[in-house]
T-cell receptor, first 115, second 111 residues
Framework: AQSVTQLGSHVSVSEGALVLLRCNYS??????LFWYVQYPNQGLQLLLK??????LVKGINGFEAEFKKSETSFHLTKPSAHMSDAAEYFC?????????????FGAGTRLFVKA | DAGVTQSPTHLIKTRGQQVTLRCSPI?????VSWYQQVLGQGPQFIFQ???????GRGNFPDRFSARQFPNYSSELNVNALLLGDSALYLC??????????FGPGTRLTVL
């Protein structure tokens, strides 16, 4: 069975500060891992993905994430937050399990950026 | 190229009614997935279709059904609506099981 846990439903940082959004996963098969961003009243946009290549994955808008198998983690980071980064962020795991192929999302972390 | 489109944008129904939501994938994409996103929560996987065949199903009751057409567009049907079905319904398309591109969603309100 697959699952995703996002630690912290809300994270607040100052503009220019480091962004760290935490994600831990559980998967019985090698996972595909993703981070998505959702702005108010919009659909989800893919930030980055891990598909068993490099463990450090770079995405759009300066975000990156590191896959750590030993810690079953896939935390999202950005060195310097911008006001435009304020949004909801979702970690997701995809793979084949009970019921076929599916993508499981975490509950989300809302990022607030203070001026 | 056009992204994933969904219709309608908003929908209001009453309990017990039936609803059909529509999704058109990105041109060339043969896989469509449906998700339910209740306010304040992450998307919950409902179905995945690839080449008109169901490839994955989430933990939703039989009131939820879907199909994919020869042009790869898809419909999600929900029967006997409950108040708890009120949510944003998201459609995502992909080439097969690769990167998913999401549409803007259909906001369903059940009164």
């Amino acid at each position: 069975a697959q699952s995703v846990t996002q630690l912290g439903s809300h994270v607040s940082v100052s503009e220019g500060a480091l962004v760290l959004l935490r994600c831990n996963y559980s998967s019985s098969v090698p996972p595909y891992l993703f981070w998505y961003v959702q702005y108010p009243n919009q659909g989800l946009q893919l930030l980055l993905k891990y598909t068993s290549a490099a463990t450090l994955v770079k995405g759009i808008n300066g975000f990156e994430a590191e896959f750590k198998k030993s810690e079953t983690s896939f935390h999202l980071t950005k060195p310097s937050a911008h006001m435009s980064d304020a949004a909801e962020y979702f970690c997701a795991v995809s793979g084949r399990g009970d019921g076929g192929f599916k993508t499981i999302f975490g509950a989300g972390t809302r990022l607030f950026v203070k001026a | 190229d056009a992204g994933v489109t969904q219709s309608p944008t908003h929908l209001i129904k009453t309990r017990g009614q039936q609803v059909t939501l529509r999704c058109s994938p990105i041109s060339g994409h043969k896989s469509v997935s449906w998700y339910q996103q209740v306010l304040g929560q992450g998307p919950q996987f409902i179905f995945q279709y690839y080449e008109k065949e169901e490839r994955g199903r989430g933990n939703f009751p039989d009131r939820f059904s879907a199909r994919q057409f020869p042009n790869y567009s898809s419909e999600l049907n929900v029967n006997a609506l409950l108040l708890g079905d009120s949510a944003l319904y998201l459609c995502a398309s992909s080439l097969q099981s690769g990167d998913q591109y999401f549409g803007p969603g259909t906001r369903l309100t059940v009164l």
